[in-house]
């Protein structure tokens, strides 16, 4: 099942930064500068992302860049809070 918040539109750098904190939270979290099509569960080797989800996925990060200089930054915090 797509979640919800891969279909809302991000309208302001919060939006953003909920984004990618729900990515997180979902353990849906990729690298920016990968296609979503190049993205394969570490469970069960197939692809994360069915095509429909692939291509809201492009728009969202897309708009992600729109509001954040650097959003890897963030990622990067988030994982890295993990370890």
Same mark, same amino acid.
């Given at each position: 099942?797509?979640?919800?918040?891969?279909? &809302?539109? @991000?309208?302001?750098?919060?939006?953003?930064?909920?984004? @990618?904190?729900?990515?997180?939270?979902?353990? &849906?979290?990729?690298?920016?500068?990968?296609?979503?099509?190049? @993205?394969?569960?570490?469970?069960?080797?197939?692809?994360?992302?069915?095509?429909?989800?692939?291509?809201?996925?492009?728009?969202?990060?897309?708009?992600?860049? &729109?509001?954040?200089?650097?959003?890897? =930054?963030?990622?990067?915090?988030?994982?890295?809070? &993990? =370890?």
């Amino acid at each position: 099942m797509t979640p919800d918040y891969f279909y &809302k539109e @991000i309208k302001s750098e919060f939006h953003a930064k909920a984004f @990618i904190c729900y990515l997180y939270f979902d353990n &849906k979290m990729f690298h920016f500068a990968s296609e979503p099509e190049e @993205i394969y569960s570490i469970e069960d080797d197939r692809p994360a992302f069915n095509k429909p989800e692939c291509d809201l996925l492009r728009a969202r990060v897309s708009e992600v860049f &729109k509001y954040m200089d650097d959003p890897y =930054q963030l990622c990067l915090a988030l994982v890295t809070e &993990k =370890q």
